[in-house]
């Protein structure tokens, strides 16, 4: 091979090395990007089923009966919660594997913007609340 012809060609090869490091980094930091939002959503409602169990375990007879079945609802509701979180992650977890096809289908982002309101309130410390932001001039 000529030396120009053999430079060009490690040219090009050196360039589809560079290609492929730069995709499989874009592949890590979207990688790493999605665990921290799952550790993220299961963070809060593992949390509220600790200290709702706990509560009832050690504090069972000080709480009123009312307040024994909330901290029972709680409970309940957190761990339909992880399992809903579950069910969907799995999905997403299966296309890092071999090439899958996606099912995309529309969603009404009122819908979404009311379930997540609806979790919102349902949290005892939800004490804050969700105001539409100040449009921009």
Not at 84 to 113: C, D, H, K, Y
Not at 122 to 136: D, F, G, L, M, S
């Amino acid at each position: 091979m000529r030396p120009a012809r053999q430079a060009l060609w490690r040219l090009r090869l050196k360039r589809r090395y560079a290609e492929c490091a730069q995709g499989e980094a874009h592949h890590q930091q979207l990688q790493s990007t999605f665990l921290a939002a799952i550790s993220h959503d299961l963070r809060t409602p593992l949390a509220a089923i600790v200290g709702a169990a706990s509560s009832l375990l050690t504090q069972r007879d000080k709480l009123a009966p009312p307040e024994q079945e909330r901290l029972l609802r709680s409970i309940a509701s957190e761990a339909d919660y992880l399992s809903t979180v579950n069910e969907n992650t799995l999905p997403l977890v299966r296309l890092s594997g071999p090439a899958q096809s996606l099912r995309r289908n529309w969603a009404s982002l009122e819908e979404i913007v009311g379930a997540v309101l609806s979790r919102v309130r349902q949290r005892p410390w939800a004490a804050h609340q969700v105001q539409r932001p100040k449009a921009c001039h």
